[in-house]
C-alpha cells in the first residue's frame, strides 16, 4: 500500500538557516503530495501542494519539488524564522482513496 | 468562510467513563474524518463519514465509534476510556472528493485526558 516517510525529528536550527527536511514515498500510480504544518495548540493546514513529476509547490517561502525518479517530495526554505517553529507532516493522495496518506511528522525548532 | 469547529477543546476523564467529541465541518463540505495525534504514534486514521455514511475505517477497536448528522456535524465517542486513549483527537472536511485532487481541512483539536 500507500506510505510516506519522513525523516526523526526534532530537527534544530539558528534563525535565517537553511531548511530541508526529506520526505519519501511509495504509491502505485501518480499521486499527489502535500505538506501539511501543524503550530502549536493548533490542527493540520495545508502548507503547499504537487500534482505531477517536476511540479513545485511553494508557499510562505516554503517550496518542495515533486521528484519521481527519486519518489522524492522535499521541503526547503532558504532562511527559517523562530515563527516557522511547527511540526511538518508530509502526505500523499491518491486517485484510488478518499484519505491521504500521512506521513509521522517532523518537529523543527528555530532559536532565535 | 468559517473554519472546522470543534468542541470542547479540553476534556479530563475517568478510566473506564466515556466521551463525545463533536465536530462542525465547513460549509459544503460533505466528508469528515478523525484522527487521533499522540506523541508515539503520530497520526492516526480513525474513521471517515461522508453524506452520513461511514466510507472508511481505520484500525481502532469497537470503544471507537462516530456518526455523521444530515448537516454533515459529526461526532465521535468513545467508551470505557483507557489511559492510553489521552490524545489530541483531530477532526477534518474536506468535499470528498479522491484525495489526489481533494484537500482536507482541520479543526483545532480536542484535547482528551484520561487519568
Known amino acids: 500500500g500507500d506510505s510516506v516517510t519522513q525523516m526523526e525529528g526534532p530537527v534544530t536550527l539558528s534563525e535565517e538557516a537553511f531548511l530541508t527536511i526529506n520526505c519519501t514515498y511509495t504509491a502505485t500510480g501518480y499521486p499527489s503530495l502535500f505538506w501539511y504544518v501543524q503550530y502549536p495548540g493548533e490542527g493540520l493546514q495545508l502548507l503547499l501542494k504537487a500534482t505531477k513529476a517536476d511540479d513545485k509547490g511553494s508557499n510562505k517561502g516554503f517550496e518542495a519539488t515533486y521528484r519521481k525518479e527519486t519518489t522524492s517530495f522535499h521541503l526547503e526554505k532558504g532562511s527559517v524564522q523562530v515563527s516557522d517553529s511547527a511540526v511538518y507532516f508530509c502526505a500523499l493522495g491518491s486517485g484510488g482513496s478518499y484519505i491521504p496518506t500521512f506521513g509521522r511528522g517532523t518537529s523543527l525548532i528555530v532559536h532565535p | 468562510k468559517a473554519g472546522v469547529t470543534q468542541t470542547p477543546r479540553y476534556l479530563i476523564k475517568t478510566r473506564g467513563q466515556q466521551v463525545t467529541l463533536s465536530c462542525s465541518p465547513i460549509s459544503g463540505h460533505r466528508s469528515v474524518s478523525w484522527y487521533q495525534q499522540t506523541p508515539g504514534q503520530g497520526l492516526q486514521f480513525l474513521f471517515e463519514?461522508?453524506?452520513?455514511?461511514?466510507?472508511n475505517k481505520g484500525n481502532f477497536p469497537g470503544r471507537f465509534s462516530g456518526r455523521q448528522f444530515s448537516n454533515s456535524r459529526s461526532e465521535m465517542n468513545v467508551s470505557t476510556l483507557e489511559l492510553g486513549d489521552s490524545a489530541l483527537y483531530l477532526c477534518?472536511?474536506?468535499?470528498?472528493?479522491?484525495?489526489?485532487?481533494?484537500?482536507?481541512?482541520f479543526g483545532p483539536g480536542t484535547r482528551l485526558t484520561v487519568l
Open positions: 477534518a472536511s474536506s468535499l470528498g472528493g479522491a484525495s489526489d485532487t481533494d484537500t482536507q481541512y
Open positions: 463519514y461522508f453524506s452520513e455514511t461511514q466510507r
